[in-house]
Antibody, heavy 117, light 110 residues
Framework: EVQLVESGGGLVQPGGSLRLSCAAS????????MNWVRQAPGKGLEWVSY????????YYADSVKGRFTISRDNAKNSLYLQMNSLRAEDTAVYYC??????????WGQGTLVTVSS | QSALTQPRSVSGSPGQSVTISCTGT?????????VSWYQQHPGKAPKLMIY???KRPSGVPDRFSGSKSGNTASLTISGLQAEDEADYCC??????????FGGGTKLTVL
C-alpha cells in the first residue's frame, strides 16, 4: 500500500524558515517524480514544486521561486521542502504527492504550516 | 499560472446526474490531454477520480466520467449517492512540469 506521511509543519513568524518532510513507503520511491501541493484555508489546491526521480529536474511555482527548495533522499525514501522567508500567504496545508505519468496519483494527509506573528 | 475556473457549488438529488465544469486556456486544459479530477472530503487528502481527461483509476465507480472540449473539461457524476458529497477539484498539466488547479466545487447531495 502506497503511503506518504508529511511532517514538520507548525507555527512560524513571518520571515522565518521551516523544513517539511515526506516519508514514502509501499512503492519504489526512487522510480517516481514527486511534488508538493498546498491548500490555503478555505481555498483551492495550488501546485508548489516538482522534483524528478533522480533530482535532475526541479520546477517551482512563481509564488515560491527563490524562497522554497525541494529535495529528496532516495536512500531514505524521503522528500523535503525547505521554506525560507515565509509570508502570511504561505499559510496552508502542504501535501506531498506522487506523480504517475503527469497525474498526482497518491497524496499524503498533509501538514499545516501557519505563518503568523 | 492562473487557476482554472470552476463553479463554486453544484447540487443534485440522489439518483440524478451533475456535471462540474473546469475552464482554462489553450496553455493548459486546451493544450494537453492531462486533465485530472480529485475528490476531497473535509479534512482529508485529495483522491484521484479521473485522469488523462477521461480515464478512471481502479476502484473508482463508473458513475464518474470525464470529458473535454476545447479549453473546458467536465466531470459528470451519474446516479448521485450521499457519499459523493464532497469538494471536487480539477487539475491540468501546463507544460514544463508545472500544473494548475481549479478553485474547487462543493457538491451537495440534496
Amino acid at each position: 500500500e502506497v503511503q506518504l506521511v508529511e511532517s514538520g509543519g507548525g507555527l512560524v513568524q513571518p520571515g522565518g524558515s521551516l523544513r517539511l518532510s515526506c516519508a514514502a513507503s509501499g512503492f519504489t520511491f526512487s522510480s517516481y517524480s514527486m511534488n508538493w501541493v498546498r491548500q490555503a484555508p478555505g481555498k483551492g489546491l495550488e501546485w508548489v514544486s516538482y522534483i524528478s526521480s533522480s533530482s535532475s529536474t526541479i520546477y517551482y511555482a512563481d509564488s515560491v521561486k527563490g524562497r522554497f527548495t525541494i529535495s529528496r533522499d532516495n536512500a531514505k525514501n524521503s522528500l523535503y521542502l525547505q521554506m525560507n522567508s515565509l509570508r502570511a500567504e504561505d499559510t496552508a496545508v502542504y501535501y506531498c504527492a506522487r506523480i504517475s505519468g503527469l497525474t498526482f496519483d497518491y497524496w499524503g494527509q498533509g501538514t499545516l504550516v501557519t505563518v503568523s506573528s | 499560472q492562473s487557476a482554472l475556473t470552476q463553479p463554486r457549488s453544484v447540487s443534485g438529488s440522489p439518483g440524478q446526474s451533475v456535471t462540474i465544469s473546469c475552464t482554462g486556456t489553450s496553455s493548459d486544459v486546451g493544450g494537453y490531454n492531462y486533465v485530472s479530477w480529485y475528490q476531497q472530503h473535509p479534512g482529508k487528502a485529495p483522491k484521484l477520480m479521473i485522469y488523462d481527461v477521461s480515464k478512471r483509476p481502479s476502484g473508482v465507480p463508473d458513475r464518474f466520467s470525464g470529458s473535454k472540449s476545447g479549453n473546458t473539461a467536465s466531470l459528470t457524476i451519474s446516479g448521485l449517492q450521499a457519499e459523493d458529497e464532497a469538494d471536487y477539484c480539477c487539475c491540468s498539466y501546463a507544460g514544463s512540469y508545472t500544473w494548475v488547479f481549479g478553485g474547487g466545487t462543493k457538491l451537495t447531495v440534496l
